[in-house]
């Protein structure tokens, strides 16, 4: 058997999902299929085009990139220019690729894929779930046929980022995060409190990057300026989270989710107040079976090794 990983990334691009996505890109052993976006961090038009710089500067030109929902289902869109700068790239203006992205929606490539491929691939949900809730409404039978699906987004009873109770991508859109977490995937989360209980990248290791002086070493530091700054001004420090590059580390090598366990989870999208919020039930208290297996916790120094690996090669 093939040991190569058929992944599909689903991505509102902006910081951290570049490198999530360059990673993807370019690590050996990897075929990435596809990439999706989905409007959340910027809107779609502007996430579409960071998938494709990215795309363009990790040299894979054949990986087509499909645009899909510019919002979520039932809401309007908020976004987080404050996080990833207002080009969603630190502020970098990077030129206009040339790169151009395909016709069909990214729902129904999402589809497509999953049929054409039936247990081979994983998917990596990075950005608020729109478009996998809209591909599962087209399509249930994709749950039996995704080989896996990582699902960074929500955080195992722990604060929120832009709201005090959810984390950004179950905020964005609750009511997609929930019918995707109750679908029967064979899902993973890989929450918000594992990359942000202690910082997975700080001040040390951007000095390390900064000496490598390779293009991709350069990308990282302009993609991520604007989160690195944030972190400097709340903490004194350079440091970043990296949830998204985290997420397709664990699904390239499942060792970096060191440790993780089965739980029944849910997604409020009632409230206001707790919009988003995902509930993971450790002890067992509301009796139901386990949807989920929940990222308990991340081996950081093979993460880096990883990241800095893909750094030095170009
Ligand atoms: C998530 O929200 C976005 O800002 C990041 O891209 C990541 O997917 C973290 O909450
Ligand atoms: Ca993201």
Redesign the pocket.
């Known amino acids: 058997m093939s040991q190569r990983k058929m992944l599909l990334i689903d ?4 910081g ?2 570049c490198t ?1 996505l360059l990673l993807a890109a370019c690590w050996p052993g990897v075929e990435l299929k596809a990439v999706t976006t989905v409007a ?2 910027v809107p779609l038009s502007l996430g579409t085009r960071n998938a494709l710089t990215t795309l363009e500067i990790a040299e894979r030109p054949d990986v087509p990139v499909y645009p899909g929902a510019v919002k979520p289902l039932m809401r309007e869109l908020f976004t987080a220019e404050h996080i990833h700068g207002s080009d969603g790239m630190g502020g970098s203006n990077f030129p206009e690729p040339s790169l151009q992205p395909q016709d069909e929606h990214a729902a129904q490539a999402i589809v497509r894929l999953i049929n054409e491929y039936p247990g081979e691939i994983e998917m990596i949900a ?2 608020p779930l729109t478009n996998l809730a809209l591909a599962y409404s087209l399509d249930p039978s994709i749950v039996g046929k995704l080989k896996r699906l990582w699902v ?1 987004g929500g955080a195992n009873n722990y604060i929120g980022n832009d709201s005090p109770a959810a984390e ?2 179950f905020f964005v859109d609750p009511e997609a995060a929930n019918i995707v977490v109750h679908a029967g995937f064979n899902l993973t989360m890989m929450g918000w409190d594992v990359c942000h209980r202690s910082p997975v990248m700080a001040e040390e290791h951007f000095r390390e990057i900064e000496a490598m002086n390779t293009a991709f070493a350069s990308f990282y530091m302009k993609v991520l300026r604007t989160g690195m700054e944030l972190g400097l001004k709340r903490t004194g420090q350079r440091r970043l989270s990296h ?2 590059t985290l997420t397709v580390a664990m699904a390239i090598d499942n060792r970096i989710m060191s440790r993780s366990g089965r739980y029944y989870i849910d997604v409020e999208y009632k409230s206001e107040l707790t919009r988003g919020y995902s509930l993971v039930d450790m002890n067992g208290v509301l009796k139901k079976p386990p949807n989920a297996e929940v990222c308990l916790d991340a081996d950081r120094e093979l993460f880096r090794e990883m990241v800095f690996t893909l750094l030095q090669q170009h």
Do not use: C, I, S, V
């Not at 991505?11 to 902006?14: G, H, L, M, V």
């Open positions: 991505t509102d691009t902006a951290d999902d999530a959340g961090n990075q950005a960074m950004f991508n949830p998204d």
